[in-house]
């Protein structure tokens, strides 16, 4: 058996290529899978412009060039069949949902076994985030519907984050933004970076359900109209349009394309910026950093953390609840959007990956297009 694993530079984003090789014979207690279809969106290209800052290259690693060149494998979140298995808790045939590497195939050694669920027990995956290391029984699994899976490949992972982003802002008030008009008045602004990617649009979803703000999208000239056709937005501006607001807006920067001449231009506009939020790293091209700003400092959210925080404070199953029921609420949302919100494309084949994924990462592409890819 071959596997097919497409590959990028790490540091050079736009060069890649496809590694054939003979694929490893299993151990006891692995299992061998086919991934047979995964989502591709602006979320990953964040995995890969984040990869050595946030361990997402070693998820599963790939061996240096002779003359030290790195490479990675962006981790990616889809489907998966087991063709081959020694372990006795995992039947050949068997469907799983979870983190995968761009590639045709995937071996696991599973570990924490339940009904529902098993862990990734490879020792190299030891030390990294658990929300990662675990697949989904799709026999078992309350978040599947057969009819919804491209759906969930492309939503549930940027559905979870958006969900998390918005318990996190509420759960620190929003950084204060309306104390200044406890009885009403001007809402405070939460300002939405590249609004058209999923995620983003996905937070101001769950966002727009809550009274006590305004939430404001941010994106390109040639993406205001479908920004605005979302109806999660209050209003849509460009880039260029950030006089539109009063430099004494009180506001919280949500960043989801990790422009730096964005933030710095965010930072320096807002005198009474409150929390500066930095999420994703879709404009590849011109990632920047956060020192030397002005007003407060830049700080990464890390989904995992606040996941943590809330399965302590609620438990874990009555977090798995909410989350699973604010799911289904939004599956259903985008389901009935009209015009649609989603449409899903599909690309099977080496030469179709290497497409789809250039146009993702050149941030050209139809906000509405879904893509899924197998190799």
């Given at each position: 058996?071959?596997?097919?694993?497409?590959?990028?530079?790490?540091?050079?984003?736009?060069?890649?290529?496809?590694?054939?090789?003979?694929?490893?014979?299993?151990?006891?207690?692995?299992?061998?899978?086919?991934?047979?279809?995964?989502?591709?969106?602006?979320?990953?290209?964040?995995?890969?412009?984040?990869?050595?800052?946030?361990?997402?290259?070693?998820?599963?690693?790939?061996?240096?060039?002779?003359?030290?060149?790195?490479?990675?494998?962006?981790?990616?979140?889809?489907?998966?069949?087991?063709?081959?298995?020694?372990?006795?808790?995992?039947?050949?045939?068997?469907?799983?949902?979870?983190?995968?590497?761009?590639?045709?195939?995937?071996?696991?050694?599973?570990?924490?076994?339940?009904?529902?669920?098993?862990?990734?027990?490879?020792?190299?995956?030891?030390?990294?985030?658990?929300?990662?290391?675990?697949?989904?029984?799709?026999?078992?699994?309350?978040?599947?519907?057969?009819?919804?899976?491209?759906?969930?490949?492309?939503?549930?992972?940027?559905?979870?984050?958006?969900?998390?982003?918005?318990?996190?802002?509420?759960?620190?008030?929003?950084?204060?933004?309306?104390?200044?008009?406890?009885?009403?008045?001007?809402?405070?602004?939460?300002?939405?970076?590249?609004?058209?990617?999923?995620?983003?649009?996905?937070?101001?979803?769950?966002?727009?359900?809550?009274?006590?703000?305004?939430?404001?999208?941010l994106t390109s000239p040639g993406n205001v109209a479908f920004c605005q056709s979302l109806g999660c937005y209050s209003r849509v501006l460009t880039y260029d349009q950030l006089d539109a607001l009063p430099a004494d807006t009180p506001c919280v920067y949500v960043d989801f394309a990790g422009s730096g001449p964005l933030r710095q231009a965010v930072h320096?506009?807002?005198?009474?910026?409150?929390?500066?939020?930095?999420?994703?790293?879709?404009?590849?091209?011109?990632?920047?950093?956060?020192?030397?700003?002005?007003?407060?400092?830049?700080?990464?959210?890390?989904?995992?953390?606040?996941?943590?925080?809330?399965?302590?404070?609620?438990?874990?199953?009555?977090?798995?609840?909410?989350?699973?029921?604010?799911?289904?609420?939004?599956?259903?949302?985008?389901?009935?959007?009209?015009?649609?919100?989603?449409?899903?494309?599909?690309?099977?084949?080496?030469?179709?990956?290497?497409?789809?994924?250039?146009?993702?990462?050149?941030?050209?592409?139809?906000?509405?297009?879904?893509?899924?890819?197998?190799?």
């Open positions: 058996m071959t596997t097919t694993t497409f590959q990028v530079r790490q540091d050079q984003l736009a060069t890649t290529r496809l590694v054939e090789a003979a694929a490893p014979p299993l151990a006891d207690g692995q299992v061998r899978v086919r991934i047979d279809r995964f989502a591709f969106t602006s979320n990953n290209i964040t995995y890969a412009a984040f990869g050595k800052a946030m361990q997402y290259w070693q998820f599963f690693p790939v061996p240096a060039d002779a003359d030290g060149t790195a490479w990675g494998c962006i981790p990616v979140w889809g489907f998966a069949t087991v063709v081959q298995s020694l372990h006795p808790g995992v039947a050949v045939a068997e469907r799983l949902y979870g983190y995968w590497p761009m590639a045709s195939h995937a071996v696991l050694q599973p570990t924490r076994m339940s009904a529902g669920a098993f862990s990734d027990g490879a020792p190299h995956r030891a030390a990294l985030h658990a929300v990662y290391n675990q697949y989904q029984r799709l026999a078992s699994d309350p978040f599947h519907t057969a009819d919804s899976e491209d759906v969930q490949a492309l939503l549930r992972p940027l559905f979870l984050t958006a969900w998390l982003i918005d318990d996190y802002l509420a759960d620190n008030a929003f950084f204060g933004i309306n104390a200044a008009n406890p009885a009403g008045g001007t809402l405070g602004v939460l300002l939405l970076s590249s609004a058209s990617s999923k995620t983003a649009s996905a937070t101001a979803a769950q966002l727009a359900r809550r009274p006590e703000v305004e939430v404001v999208g320096t506009r807002f005198t009474q910026l409150a929390f500066s939020c930095a999420i994703g790293g879709t404009h590849v091209d011109d990632l920047g950093g956060a020192k030397d700003l002005p007003g407060p400092r830049a700080t990464l959210f890390f989904a995992p953390a606040q996941v943590k925080k809330r399965s302590g404070e609620w438990g874990p199953a009555e977090f798995s609840q909410r989350l699973v029921t604010a799911w289904h609420g939004f599956r259903a949302q985008v389901a009935a959007s009209s015009p649609p919100w989603l449409v899903v494309q599909q690309h099977s084949g080496p030469a179709a990956v290497q497409a789809a994924y250039a146009a993702v990462l050149g941030g050209q592409g139809n906000p509405q297009l879904g893509h899924m890819l197998s190799l």
